[in-house]
C-alpha cells in the first residue's frame, strides 16, 4: 500500500461540486418535490450518464422532449444553462491538490462527463490546468467502472497502476480502481482524503 507516486481523481463528488439541483431549484421556484419529481422521471442520472458516454445533448433533449413534451424547456435547461449546476471547488481539495503539486506528485482526472459541457466547468476552475492528463468518458466514449477507461487511462500517459492512487466519490469506481491495482479512496472529505494519502507517501 505504501510507496505511491501518482493521484488520479475523479471530478465531480471529489474537486468540483456539480448538482443539477443548483439550476432545478431555481426553475422550480424552490418547489423541491416538483424538482425531485422531475430529475426521478425525466431528467435522470440514467440519462444523463448515456451524455457521459458520448451521446450529444442535441440527441438527448430531443429523446426526452419526445417523451415528455409537457417539460420541453426544463429539458433544454439541461443544455442552455448547464454551467448554474456547477457549484463552487469541493472545500479542502484546492489546497489539496496545491500540496501535492508543491511535492512534484503527478496528477490526473479521470472524469465521467459528457465532452459538450466539460468547457464550462474548464472556464470556471483554474485547477483544471493543473492536471498532467485529464481523460474524459466523453472523449472516449467509455465511462467507469468499465476496466477500459481506467487501462486507457493507464496506457495514454504511462501510469502504473501499482504506484497509483485512484480517488473518486463512487465505490463501484473505487473498487474497479482497485480490482486493476491501483489505490482506490472512497473520497468523503478533504481532511479524510488527506490522512489517506498520508498513509500512503504522497502527503507528509
Not at 75 to 96: F, H, K, Q, S, T
Request: some cysteine.
Amino acid at each position: 500500500m505504501a510507496n505511491r507516486s501518482v493521484a488520479v481523481f475523479d471530478l465531480g463528488g471529489v474537486l468540483i461540486d456539480w448538482n443539477p439541483r443548483y439550476l432545478y431549484r431555481k426553475l422550480f421556484d424552490g418547489n423541491d418535490d416538483a424538482m425531485e419529481q422531475f430529475l426521478a422521471t425525466v431528467c435522470t442520472a440514467n440519462w444523463n450518464s448515456r451524455q457521459d458516454a458520448g451521446r450529444t445533448l442535441a440527441d438527448a433533449c430531443a429523446l426526452l422532449k419526445s417523451l415528455h413534451p409537457d417539460h420541453g424547456k426544463m429539458i433544454d435547461a439541461w443544455r442552455d444553462r448547464y454551467e448554474e449546476m456547477l457549484g463552487g471547488a469541493i472545500p479542502g481539495m484546492v489546497e489539496l491538490l496545491e500540496e501535492l503539486r508543491a511535492r512534484g506528485v503527478p496528477i490526473y482526472a479521470l472524469s465521467n462527463w459528457s465532452a459538450e459541457t466539460f468547457p464550462a466547468a474548464q472556464k470556471r476552475f483554474d485547477f483544471l490546468q493543473w492536471f498532467r492528463g485529464i481523460l474524459l468518458s466523453g472523449h472516449v466514449r467509455l465511462i467507469k467502472p468499465d476496466p477500459r477507461i481506467y487501462q486507457l487511462l493507464f496506457s495514454t500517459h504511462r501510469i502504473d497502476p501499482a504506484h497509483a492512487v485512484y480517488v473518486d466519490d463512487v465505490q463501484a469506481n473505487v473498487d474497479a480502481a482497485s480490482a486493476l491495482g491501483m489505490h482506490g479512496v472512497r473520497f468523503t472529505d478533504a481532511e479524510a482524503l488527506r490522512r489517506e494519502l498520508a498513509t500512503v507517501g504522497l502527503l507528509p
